[in-house]
């Protein structure tokens, strides 16, 4: 199995900083890979795809890259309504998919 | 509207068994891929199984031989059946929507994320 390593487990950050959420997977993944946002007692939401294709009407500010086994999600200015726990999910072993543990972010 | 909504969570006792339901609107299940990704209480998410648009069929080692993941296309409606169900079970049951690409510029691709979700529905197995 393919397993997803993110860091920090969390995150405290105040409105307008950059922020950056790293996602390791344990071998090549080329850019099958996915970001994911979920809220406390919501559905998890679709952010970027393929490493770094934003999905439809999410916010500019959110950006991806990386490709092999290195990846990173950021937030070029941090807004209120992003607080949350931020998932990495690999495709490359689709569809024997795994998530990353979590990134607790918290607006200061 | 792409809507997916679960129902049929509740307290099961350990070994029984239970149907869990995501009926869907906006779109045709049958013609997308459709997964089941649950979360332990407090825990990350985790994916159970998929259903292609042709039919087949894939499980999560944890689930394999007790879970089983099906659809009614006259319903629109995706379904999990768990079975002999065990205290680490405890979760929120989601459904998602497969995405697809379509940057080939041939026929859309199958990726392995997912694009829409449902609220979720809780299973909770104690006695």
């Known amino acids: 199995d393919i397993q997803m390593t993110q860091s920090p487990s969390s995150v405290s950050a105040s409105v307008g900083d950059r922020v950056t959420i790293t996602c390791r997977a344990s071998?090549?993944?080329?850019?099958?890979l996915a970001w994911y946002q979920q809220k406390p007692g919501k559905a998890p939401k679709f952010l970027i795809y393929?490493?770094?294709n934003l999905q439809s009407g999410v916010p500019s500010r959110f950006s991806g890259s990386g490709s092999g086994t290195d990846f990173i999600l950021t937030i070029s200015s941090l807004q209120p309504e992003d607080f949350g726990t931020y998932y990495c999910q690999q495709a490359n072993s689709f569809p024997q998919i795994t998530f990353g543990q979590g990134t607790r972010l918290e607006i200061k | 509207e792409v809507q997916l909504v679960e129902s049929g969570g509740g307290l099961i006792q350990p070994g029984g068994s239970l149907r869990l339901s995501c009926a869907a609107s906006g779109f045709t299940v049958s013609s997308n891929y459709m997964s089941w990704v649950r979360q332990a209480p407090g825990k990350g998410l985790e994916w159970v199984s998929v259903i292609y648009s042709g039919g087949s069929t894939y499980y999560a080692d944890s689930v394999k031989g007790r879970f089983s993941i099906s659809r009614d296309n006259s319903k629109n409606t995706l379904y999990l059946q768990i079975n002999s169900l065990r205290a680490d079970d405890t979760a929120v049951y989601y459904c998602a929507r497969g995405f697809y690409s379509y940057s080939s510029g041939y026929s859309p691709s199958p990726t392995g994320f997912f694009d829409y979700w449902g609220q979720g529905t809780l299973v909770t197995v104690s006695s």
């Open positions: 071998q090549d993944i080329s850019t099958w």
């Open positions: 393929a490493a770094s």
